[in-house]
């Protein structure tokens, strides 16, 4: 079971760094990938007699709870860039960027070990609010795994973020949703050069924005409108006292979407989205308020 998860920003790509901040994490299951290379001899023989080392990398998927202390360093490997402004509480915003920064993560696992990942990367990041508390899920892509001594781990005391912190704005109507799920994909390339059996960089390649979300409607008549065509602008926010995560899409449409009657007049819809670029803004920007200038 893992006890903690440090992070830090990395200088130069799949260079170790220390841990500036500890998310207390539920699991993670980073591991290292390799391809074996094999193949047969010269001579006639049914038997495989020779082996090669391949490519080498780490994959991955980090859960946690939803903190607005324990997510800035995921937003920025997973966007790219930021931008802070304010002196406490202070507000980061997330926008898309062509290149990503890459992470160390530090594992630590019980008493035992820290696993240490290098040149880690988010490659999906989802959120997923139910009844209960709201998670985030990081889908990683490192370069290389090693093991160290366990940390001492220091955690920020923010309460983490729960289904009744959230709220949907479709346009100008704010609605709190039965559940909601924001998927944001990069499609990371795995590049790896003549020379070095492990990655070389990571390239952001089609960056996508989904959802999903199920809502109580008012009338029939709503519920046609939510099925036209013409794109919406999106906001949805976990917000908790004096911090804050907020998702502002400018313009998303439906992709899908059906309809239950629960009771006599309830209509409960349940929609599925992508979000889309706009003129004046990408398909996502993250707007973090919360006590930490390092975000």
Not at 100 to 122: C, H, Q, W
Not at 204 to 211: A, D, H, L, S, W
Request: aromatic letters at 8%; glycine letters at 8%.
């Amino acid at each position: 079971m893992p006890r903690y998860l440090g992070v830090g920003k990395e200088s130069t790509y799949g260079t170790a760094t220390a841990a500036t901040v500890w998310y207390d994490i539920i699991r993670e299951n980073m591991a290292a990938k390799r391809t074996t290379i094999l193949d047969r001899d010269t001579v006639a023989d049914r038997q495989l007699s020779k082996v090669a080392r391949g490519e080498e990398y780490v994959e991955g998927e980090i859960e946690m709870y939803l903190n607005s202390q324990q997510i800035g360093h995921l937003l920025l490997s997973c966007l790219g860039n930021v931008v802070t402004t304010g002196t406490g509480p202070y507000t980061h915003i997330f926008s898309v960027a062509d290149s990503l920064p890459s992470l160390t993560l530090r594992s630590g696992l019980d008493n035992v070990k820290e696993k240490i990942v290098m040149g880690a990367v988010v490659d999906t990041l989802e959120i997923v609010a139910e009844v209960g508390k709201a998670r985030a899920r990081a889908g990683i892509i490192g370069r290389q795994l090693m093991f160290g001594d366990v940390g001492s781990p220091s955690f920020t005391e923010k309460e983490d973020f729960t289904h009744g912190d959230v709220t949907i704005t479709i346009g100008d109507t704010t609605k709190r949703p039965r559940r909601m799920m924001l998927r944001i994909g990069n499609n990371l390339e795995r590049v790896h050069v003549l020379g070095d059996y492990y990655l070389s960089k990571l390239k952001p390649k089609k960056f996508e924005v989904t959802g999903s979300f199920e809502l109580d409607l008012e009338s029939e008549a709503e519920y046609q409108d939510f099925l036209s065509l013409t794109p919406r602008s999106l906001n949805i926010k976990f917000e908790k006292d004096d911090h804050k995560i907020e998702f502002d899409i400018e313009r998303f449409v439906y992709t899908d979407a059906k309809v239950e009657v629960r009771g006599r007049e309830l209509l409960v819809a349940s929609f599925e989205f992508v979000a889309l670029k706009s003129d004046l803004q990408d398909a996502v920007k993250i707007i973090l308020v919360n006590d930490d200038e390092g975000y």
